[in-house]
């Protein structure tokens, strides 16, 4: 059996600096009415100026190159930078899937060209992108995707349906998942390759889902015929499997997978003020630790992608643990504020928010990977399947 190894690390100086420069930031846009922080914003609400702001101060792409528009600063200062923007309830929908993943694909497998056309503009807060993965039969099975890309004069033709591809509506660009040959008898995963959509080509129809709250949030994409050219492939046709994976290492490794709700906590300790009761005390204390766990985890993974290693199996546990403990938060927030005063403005905006995280919690079990799979990859790097 392999031993679960999360390095002991520690946010560094210069990320301390950082943080209270994100602060500043933040508490200016909050002042300045941009955002409201006391509000249940769904984790991908956008807001173009303030996207463009962020760019400005330096803080999407920030591990990039600094040809292409990066700072080449560190994974843990980027940590501070998402960890401050999350919990104040930022608008970052814009720019975020393209700074924590689309942009470090294209980073690693995109050509010259599109390279310096696209990352800087995604360092700018200019840019904004989808994740083209699962489709009506394929889900956390990727490899049954059966959206296809056919050959052509100087590209191909993309023909089938993604599904719940968050942001869809409003993305300039999607990396998509897409079948280009059929699998082979030995690897069932060979024949997909990953492609950069333009969201404005012909041929593309977005339709809206709603989420479990009536919002609208993800979709459905429905490729009809559409062009991309050969300059837009990524990596090797018919070898995304190897790259996918990567892919979803840095989708599930961030503070976001377990302070999508935090601000149910922080109301949750204004409305049990500054002398709770011991029930109050012990409940908070318990929470706060186990937020504090998880973050030291989740810095720890950060750290050990910063070292150049792979922490498939720590991102996960953190992704799953995230899960486990957003979706407690809710109730214990209710049980342990059952007896209090229903009647101030503290404990309506508490309601309200408790309400929407209630409504929201159950997706997280879903997104960036089922709970059961991420146990089957946790399972598989400790040796036990
Ligand atoms: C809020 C939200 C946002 C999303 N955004 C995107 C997006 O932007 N882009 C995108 O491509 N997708 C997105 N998804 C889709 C998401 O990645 C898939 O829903 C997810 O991978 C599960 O796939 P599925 O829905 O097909 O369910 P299935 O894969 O059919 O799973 C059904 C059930 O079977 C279980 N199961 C499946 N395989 C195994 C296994 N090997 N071992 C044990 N149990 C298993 C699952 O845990 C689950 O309980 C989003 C989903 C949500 C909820």
């Known amino acids: 059996m392999t031993a679960i190894q999360f390095d002991p690390i520690r946010l560094p100086p210069e990320a301390q600096a950082l943080r209270a420069e994100v602060r500043a930031f933040v508490r200016q846009e909050i002042d300045a009415g941009t955002f409201d922080p006391h509000r249940g914003a769904l984790l991908l609400e956008s807001n173009a100026d303030f996207s463009r702001k962020v760019g400005a101060r330096g803080w999407i792409g920030m591990t990039w190159p600094k040809r292409y528009g990066g700072r080449e600063r560190s994974f843990l200062e980027r940590y501070v930078v998402t960890e401050e923007l999350r919990v104040a309830n930022a608008p970052v929908g814009l720019h975020f899937t393209a700074d924590r993943q689309s942009g470090p694909m294209l980073l690693k497998f995109a050509g010259e060209r599109v390279k310096a056309d696209i990352l800087p503009r995604i360092t700018r807060g200019e840019c904004c992108f989808c994740i083209g993965m699962s489709e009506p039969d394929s889900g956390s099975d990727l490899f049954a995707a059966k959206t296809r890309a056919l050959r052509c004069e100087s590209g191909w033709r993309v023909r089938g349906t993604k599904l719940w591809t968050t942001g869809a509506h409003r993305a300039d660009y999607m990396i998509g998942l897409f079948r280009t040959s059929a699998p082979t008898k030995d690897n069932r995963r060979h024949g997909l390759t990953q492609f950069l959509?333009?969201?404005?080509?012909?041929?593309?129809?977005?339709?809206?889902?709603?989420?479990?709250?009536?919002?609208?949030?993800?979709?459905?994409?429905?490729?009809?015929?559409?062009?991309?050219?050969?300059?837009?492939?990524?990596?090797?046709?018919?070898?995304?499997?190897?790259?996918?994976?990567?892919?979803?290492?840095?989708?599930?490794?961030?503070?976001?997978?377990?302070?999508?709700?935090?601000?149910?906590?922080?109301?949750?300790?204004?409305?049990?003020?500054?002398?709770?009761?011991?029930?109050?005390?012990?409940?908070?204390?318990?929470?706060?630790?186990?937020?504090?766990?998880?973050?030291?985890?989740?810095?720890?993974?950060?750290?050990?992608?910063?070292?150049?290693?792979?922490?498939?199996?720590?991102?996960?546990?953190?992704?799953?643990?995230?899960?486990?403990?957003?979706?407690?938060?809710?109730?214990?927030?209710?049980?342990?504020?059952?007896?209090?005063?229903?009647?101030?403005?503290?404990?309506?905006?508490?309601?309200?928010?408790?309400?929407?995280?209630?409504?929201?919690?159950?997706?997280?079990?879903?997104?960036?990977?089922?709970?059961?799979?991420?146990?089957?990859?946790?399972?598989?790097?400790?040796?036990l399947r």
């Open 197 to 383: 959509v333009d969201m404005t080509a012909p041929g593309i129809k977005v339709n809206p889902i709603a989420n479990t709250l009536g919002q609208h949030e993800f979709n459905e994409v429905v490729f009809d015929d559409m062009f991309v050219p050969d300059e837009h492939a990524l990596g090797e046709i018919d070898m995304a499997w190897k790259q996918a994976a990567s892919e979803l290492g840095y989708e599930r490794s961030g503070p976001e997978r377990f302070l999508e709700i935090s601000y149910v906590l922080f109301e949750l300790v204004r409305v049990l003020g500054s002398s709770p009761d011991a029930r109050g005390a012990e409940g908070i204390g318990r929470l706060v630790a186990q937020l504090h766990t998880l973050r030291r985890m989740s810095v720890s993974v950060n750290g050990m992608l910063q070292a150049g290693k792979d922490p498939t199996l720590e991102g996960s546990i953190v992704k799953d643990m995230g899960t486990v403990w957003q979706q407690l938060l809710p109730h214990k927030a209710r049980d342990l504020t059952a007896f209090i005063d229903g009647e101030t403005h503290d404990r309506k905006r508490f309601d309200q928010l408790l309400a929407h995280a209630t409504g929201i919690v159950p997706k997280l079990t879903i997104q960036g990977g089922t709970s059961e799979v991420l146990r089957g990859i946790i399972a598989r790097g400790l040796g």
